[in-house]
């Protein structure tokens, strides 16, 4: 009967790259990789110097990378290696033991199970425990320069067992300067079954699924980067393949070398990126190095983590969004668009984004005149803010009434204000909206003074929501209950009496509730009257 062995720990200690081995404690914080040992098979696990045993995966059967070649390519490393080592020439080659890849300026894309053990009683790694380097082609090189970690995220639903979401995020305490970022594959656009696909790691070149009594699997790890090109697999032959040892998820992408075998990410790559050079040239990462049966057997293609699966989520965790719900230029109205950057010490990079009443997005360039900052770098609508720096992107009042919404995507939390400035009406600053599933503002239609409402669907699936009118005392008004339908990312801006036709809000003071079924909004609030100056924005309050 075939007998399935999930956990069977193995070792390696990582030579210094010139033929002797450093002899290094081993640690007891071990994270099993997933092994499947019967019939011959043989998992990758090893016990790395003072870190958890681990599907540290390298690459086999590939080549030196061309130096430069790959700027965004991160290099994960130990903290208390690097102490203990402290001053050592292989300091950083004894540390290193994950990789991943620089997708913003401070974050990191790499693998769950780099950092969670198997054992649910153990502790993830903390991030004061990691210092990554970016862009290194030689692991003994004296010109790498480390960057601290201030924030590991986990995926929610990562199963430590079957390292089903492998996938991770590492936030940089500070940003590398100015390095290149690596694209991620979009849904939709992952590659075909035979596509060219290329995997790079630093580490054992060689891989012995059955080696003498008390020898490592994995062996000759080198200290430069190494590249190896595979191709895609799909993702029913790769099940086919694997059978019942391992379950293939559509959240998964495979690739091997399907020809001759030999070829692979093996013990150690974990978390780096496998990569297609799209039609344009340039490089777009497909999958996080995960997980395999042995390295290079051409029978078990190696398994990653379809990272277009993950773009939804990595979005979410990576960018700062600031959602206002109006905004406007032309026949005398203009906007000015200012942003801040709190931070006394890190960079803040964005772009400001443009939509229209439908959703669309559209070309602010179109409608923007001046731009002024003080510690600010700008181009188009893109933006990087130095400490405590600021920018204004402004309309230029002129041309076709243009009406929408506007959003500031940012990779550190800035704040932000959008100026209304309406000839013959005033100037009114509206704060950024939070997303909310209901609020409430103040209403009134009276003395000439008009409150209206600007309401954006910040959720991913079109929503109805729901106005309701209240009076003074908090009585429902008749005929103050409406529904209207929102798109994604449509914005519905409106008087109260045009949000209410049936009702009576003739001098009508109360209150204005906005309700998200199954969604989320942001909403403000102005009052608008007759008279230069009555223009005033209102506070908005989430419903308790």
């Known amino acids: ?40 098979l043989t998992g990758r696990a090893a016990i790395r110097p003072n870190l958890p045993q681990q599907p540290y995966r390298w690459i086999i059967g590939g080549e030196v990378a061309p130096q430069g070649a790959y700027p965004w390519i991160v290099a994960v490393m130990d ?40 054992d649910p009683a153990t502790d993830t790694l903390v991030p004061e425990r990691l210092q990554v380097s ?80 008390g020898e490592p699997n994995a062996t000759d790890f080198p200290t430069e980067l190494h590249q190896v090109d595979l191709s895609a697999v799909s993702n029913d032959d790769c099940a086919a393949a694997y059978g019942a ?37 340039g490089f777009v990462e497909v999958g996080i190095t995960s997980l395999g049966i042995g390295c290079g057997d051409s029978a078990f293609p190696g398994v990653y983590t379809r990272v277009s699966s993950y773009v939804d989520w990595i979005a979410q965790n990576t960018v700062s969004t600031l959602y206002f719900a109006q905004f406007g230029n032309g026949s005398g109205l203009s906007s000015d668009v200012v942003i801040v950057n709190p931070s006394s010490s ?10 229209d009443v439908d959703g669309n997005p559209t070309d602010g360039g179109t409608v923007l005149g001046a ?32 009406l929408g919404s506007a959003t500031i995507d940012s990779d550190l939390s800035v704040f932000g204000v959008i100026r209304f400035n309406i000839q013959g009406a005033g100037i009114a600053g509206v704060g950024f909206g939070a997303p909310a599933s209901a609020v409430v503002a103040p209403a009134r239609n009276q003395d000439g003074v008009r409150t209206g409402l600007a309401v954006r669907n910040t959720s991913t699936t079109e929503i109805m929501v729901t106005f309701t009118l209240k009076d003074t005392s ?45 969604g989320t909004v942001v909403v403000i609030a102005l009052e608008l009257g007759s008279e230069a100056g009555e223009l005033t924005a209102l506070p908005v309050s989430p419903i308790q």
């Open 79 to 118: 903290r208390s290696i690097l102490d203990e080592n402290s001053g050592r020439e292989n300091a950083v080659f004894l540390a290193q033991f994950c990789a991943g890849t620089l997708i913003a300026p401070y974050w990191v894309l790499t693998a769950a199970h780099c950092y969670v053990p198997a």
């Open 245 to 281: 040892n391992v379950e293939i998820h559509d959240t998964q992408v495979c690739a091997a070398d399907v020809i001759d075998g030999g070829k692979d990410a093996c013990v150690g790559d974990s978390g780096g990126p496998l990569f297609i050079r799209e039609n344009g040239g």
């Open 371 to 402: 731009v002024r900052g003080m510690n600010a770098q700008v181009t188009g609508t893109s933006f990087r803010l130095e400490p405590l720096g600021t920018v204004t992107f402004s309309t230029t009042g002129v041309g076709d009434l243009f």
């Open 134 to 213: 970016i862009g290194t082609q030689d692991l003994l090189s004296d010109e790498i320069v480390l960057l601290d970690v201030d924030q590991l995220i986990i995926h929610e639903n990562y199963d430590r067992f079957t390292l089903f979401n492998d996938i991770a995020l590492l936030r940089l305490a500070t940003p590398p300067d100015m390095a290149p970022l690596l694209p991620l594959s979009q849904p939709g656009s992952d590659p075909e079954p035979d596509t060219e696909a290329t995997v790079i790691g630093w580490g054992a070149r060689m891989f012995d699924p059955d080696p003498p009594a």
């Open 1 to 40: 009967m075939l007998t399935l062995n999930k956990f069977r720990a193995g070792s390696h200690l990582k030579s210094a790259g010139a033929g002797s081995r450093i002899p290094l404690k081993i640690s007891s914080w071990i994270l099993p990789f997933l092994v499947m040992a019967s019939a011959g």
């Open 346 to 355: 890190s960079r803040a990079n964005g772009e400001v984004r443009f939509w």
């Open 474 to 518: 908090g009585q429902d008004v008749a005929n103050g209950a409406v529904e209207r339908l929102l798109g994604v990312n449509a914005r519905l801006a409106k008087f109260i009496d045009e949000i209410f036709p049936d009702a009576n809000t003739t001098d009508f003071v109360g209150t204005i509730s906005v309700r998200a079924n199954n």
